[in-house]
């Protein structure tokens, strides 16, 4: 499995397409984590704008504090497995990123409908 995922890895795109090292792949994940969270935070910025005008900041603050809470904790679980192993970074910067990336294309979606 975990052999399979390192070739899956290594044939996508993006900074991770010339990782073959468990070390490059690692910080490879945590670059492509940080472009995610830097989506995120812009999404953010964006959707709060919003919300404050249309009066609704503080359900949108409270969502968002509750997501961060369960993406910390979903990912924790995921990672467990792996605990002491060098993929373990790999595999919670993954969950990382998928929640993170999900979480920005719902926020974009409110900003576009509110």
């Not at 996508?12 to 945590?30: F, H, I, K, R």
């Amino acid at each position: 499995m975990i052999a399979a995922l390192v070739l899956l890895l290594a044939a996508q795109a993006g900074p991770c397409a010339d990782a073959v090292t468990q070390t490059e792949l690692n910080l490879c994940s945590m670059k492509e984590y940080e472009a995610a969270d830097a989506e995120l935070n812009a999404a953010w910025r964006d959707l709060r704008d919003i919300a404050k005008r249309r009066g609704m900041s503080g359900s949108l603050l409270d969502a968002q504090r509750a997501w961060i809470a369960f993406r910390d904790a979903h990912c924790k679980t995921v990672v467990a497995r792996y605990a002491g192993g060098s993929i373990a970074p790999l595999i919670a910067n993954r969950c990382m990123t998928e929640l993170t990336e999900a979480r920005s294309a719902q926020l974009r979606e409110l900003a576009e409908t509110n």
